[in-house]
């Protein structure tokens, strides 16, 4: 990344960051010294902007700070610890990703802000989020009304600042920025990140604002001829038999559940012809863990719809400051997916969201129809790539192209759905040539 012009190095008008003042009603993170060896001191520096900057690559050291910093820090809950340190565990370690989590401080030592980034291996190494291909949403867990202290060219100066601060450390080089999948917002305020040259992600992503009774609120998203219709497909469903709503509790029920889940979800991409989630490195392990855990109980939600003996539906959704993110859903492609088990489920779980007082319901990232019909809110996602080396610039043009195709394929109907057509079709047919010859070698042995 090319240094700052003499005009960028002179100092800018900006007061230094006061500590954040708690939301009411919310406790207040204490300010902790950082721990001996928790952040190294060579990587720390004072900003002209009056915070102090510094680079963690162990988040595990982090641990207190981080889950007090998140209960009153603006973010979501693909910046909680428990969702991070298991992908670092599980994911990050299989990839060989190093964490690089950059920690602001104010005056008195008050955590200001957590960027969680990271940086990959490879011929061209790549500075993306931490937990970047988990993630429907990336962003930094920022103290309330941090981003109203800055201005553009405040949080550009403090991107750079962040830049030379990691490319200091000669185990954290790269030659690519790639941060994607960023929203407008982060909770109550706008992203800082924005502020750098972005472009629209291909995708967006859709919430709904949950409120009053569940009758009523599926009354004002279904017309009556939809709930009349969603009536016939459960009473269809109930010829298959009893359809229940189950909630594992143990360990070994949950774990049962969840593995049900990764087999529907598997064979799902196998037929669209996409690539398997679970079969990249360590992401099996991942869920299975964060959803095992007993520390992490209070986060995560697996549930089931079952029809007699048939996990017709499976979800592993995520609570976390009021809202639900609706994150896997499976269902199975016997007999009873004719009759919707899938969006009987989900009924089933607005109807849990709102029984348990939450007030949003998130869809996370994509555009598919069904949560265009329950949503009220779209979320544009933004992206920022940026060569830092010579030997990062074809990657950027090429993958500037390779952005701007996609997201024209999957904004346009006609185009996706024609897309779609011809990559299941190519999934079936290379599924045909597999089984004929396994069969062949089967008939010849």
């Known amino acids: 990344m090319s240094p700052p012009t003499n005009a960028l190095l002179a100092p800018l ?28 001191p060579q990587m720390s520096r004072r900003s002209r902007l009056g915070i102090t900057l510094s680079l963690a690559r162990d988040i595990d050291a982090l641990e207190g700070e981080w889950r007090a910093f998140e209960k009153v820090a603006d973010c979501t809950v693909f ?20 964490a690089a ?19 990959t291996g490879g011929l061209v190494r790549r ?47 790269y030659d690519l920025v790639e941060l994607t999948k960023m929203p407008e917002d982060v909770g109550a305020q706008a992203n800082p990140l924005l502020h750098l040259p972005v472009s629209l992600n291909a995708s967006g992503a859709h919430l709904t604002h949950l ?15 939809t709930r009349r219709r969603d009536r016939t497909k459960l009473k269809r469903l109930s010829e298959h038999g009893e359809v229940r709503c ?7 029920e949950i774990r049962q559940t969840l593995e049900t889940l990764v087999a529907q979800k598997s064979k799902q991409f196998g037929r669209m012809g996409v690539k398997n989630l679970f ?28 029809v007699g003996q048939t996990a017709a539906a499976v979800n592993l959704g995520l609570t976390f400051r009021g809202t639900y993110y609706h994150v896997l859903a499976s269902y199975d492609d016997g007999e009873v997916a004719r009759f919707g088990p899938g969006a009987a489920h989900l009924r089933e779980l607005l109807q849990h969201a709102i029984a348990n007082g939450l007030q949003r319901f998130d869809f996370t990232i994509g555009d598919e129809r069904y949560k265009l019909e329950w949503s009220d809110t779209s979320i544009k996602l933004y992206d920022h790539v940026a060569a830092a080396t010579l030997r990062g610039w074809p990657v950027v ?42 069969e062949a070698a089967e008939t010849s042995a």
């Open 211 to 225: 409120n009053g009774t569940w009758d009523a609120f599926y009354v004002a998203k279904r017309s009556s001829s």
């Open 397 to 438: 043009m090429l993958s500037a192209a390779f952005r701007r195709l996609k997201r024209l394929i999957k904004q346009n109907p006609v185009l996706w759905r024609g897309f779609s057509g011809v990559r299941a079709m190519a999934a079936a047919l290379r599924g045909r040539r597999a089984g004929d010859a396994q």
């Open 246 to 252: 189950v909630t594992p509790s143990t360990g070994d």
């Open 79 to 98: 910046q909680s610890f428990d969702w991070l340190s298991r992908w670092c565990r599980h994911v990050g370690a299989a990839q060989g990703a190093r």
């Open 127 to 173: 500075l993306t989020f931490l937990g970047d291909g988990l993630c429907d949403y990336n962003a930094p867990l920022l103290a309330p009304e941090f981003s109203a202290r800055l201005d553009a060219a405040a949080a550009r100066f403090l991107w750079r600042e962040i830049c030379a601060l990691l490319q200091r450390d000669p185990h954290l080089h």
């Open 279 to 306: 079969a990249r490195p360590g992401h099996r392990d991942f869920f299975l863990a964060l959803a095992t855990d007993p520390r992490a109980r209070p986060l995560v939600h697996v549930s089931r719809l079952d």
């Open 13 to 40: 008008r900006v007061p230094p960051l006061p500590s954040p003042s708690p939301r009411p009603a919310t406790p207040a993170v204490a300010p902790a010294p950082a721990a001996k060896g928790r952040e190294s």
């Open 101 to 119: 989590v950059v920690v602001g401080r104010g005056a008195k030592n008050e955590l200001v802000f957590l960027l969680p980034l990271a940086v």
